[in-house]
C-alpha cells in the first residue's frame, strides 16, 4: 500500500515516521504528496485538495483520504490492526477525529519537538534509498 503524505508537514512526516516504525513486514510505501510520483497517483484529485489529507492507495489502485486512509492504514499493519478494524467500523468518528487533528496539525507538529522530527525525517530518509534502490533492483532484473 503506498501512503502519501505532506512533505512539508512536520506532524506528518512525524505521523508516516511511526507508522512505518511499525511496518515490520515493509507492506507499506511513504511517498510525499509533493514528489512527481504523487502527483501521478492523484491525479484524480484536484491539486488544491491533495494536501488537506493523507492518501493510501491499494494494491488494487483504490484510493482512500484522510479517516478512511488512516483505517486503511492502521488495519494493514499488525501491531494495529485492531484499532484500524475499529476506525473502520466508526468511519463518521474516525473522519471527525482526522479532521480535527489535521486541521491543528501545525500546533501538534509543534508539540512534537524538533529531536522527535529530526528522527522520523532520518527514518523517512533511510525508507526512501530503500525503495530507490529496490525501484531500480527491479528494472535491472525486469
Given at each position: 500500500m503506498i501512503v502519501l503524505y505532506d512533505a512539508d508537514c512536520g506532524f506528518c512526516r512525524w505521523a508516516m515516521a511511526w507508522v512505518l516504525r511499525r511496518d515490520a513486514r515493509h507492506v507499506l510505501v511513504a511517498m510525499p504528496i509533493q514528489s512527481a510520483r504523487g502527483g501521478e497517483l492523484l491525479a484524480a484529485i484536484a491539486p488544491?485538495?491533495?494536501?488537506?489529507?493523507?492518501?493510501?492507495?491499494?494494491?488494487?489502485?483504490?484510493?482512500?483520504?484522510?479517516?478512511?486512509?488512516?483505517?486503511?492504514?492502521?488495519?494493514?499493519?499488525?501491531?494495529?490492526?485492531?484499532?484500524?478494524?475499529?476506525?473502520?467500523?466508526?468511519?463518521?468518528?474516525?473522519?471527525?477525529f482526522y479532521d480535527f487533528v489535521a486541521a491543528r496539525r501545525s500546533s501538534f507538529g509543534r508539540l512534537i519537538g524538533s529531536a522527535a522530527r529530526r528522527r522520523a525525517d532520518e527514518l523517512l530518509a533511510r525508507a526512501d534509498v530503500a525503495q530507490t534502490a529496490e525501484q531500480t533492483g527491479s528494472r535491472a532484473l525486469g
Amino acid at each position: 500500500m503506498i501512503v502519501l503524505y505532506d512533505a512539508d508537514c512536520g506532524f506528518c512526516r512525524w505521523a508516516m515516521a511511526w507508522v512505518l516504525r511499525r511496518d515490520a513486514r515493509h507492506v507499506l510505501v511513504a511517498m510525499p504528496i509533493q514528489s512527481a510520483r504523487g502527483g501521478e497517483l492523484l491525479a484524480a484529485i484536484a491539486p488544491e485538495e491533495r494536501l488537506r489529507a493523507v492518501h493510501a492507495i491499494a494494491a488494487g489502485g483504490g484510493v482512500r483520504s484522510g479517516g478512511a486512509a488512516v483505517a486503511e492504514v492502521l488495519s494493514a499493519l499488525e501491531r494495529t490492526r485492531a484499532l484500524g478494524r475499529l476506525a473502520r467500523a466508526l468511519p463518521r468518528t474516525t473522519a471527525l477525529f482526522y479532521d480535527f487533528v489535521a486541521a491543528r496539525r501545525s500546533s501538534f507538529g509543534r508539540l512534537i519537538g524538533s529531536a522527535a522530527r529530526r528522527r522520523a525525517d532520518e527514518l523517512l530518509a533511510r525508507a526512501d534509498v530503500a525503495q530507490t534502490a529496490e525501484q531500480t533492483g527491479s528494472r535491472a532484473l525486469g
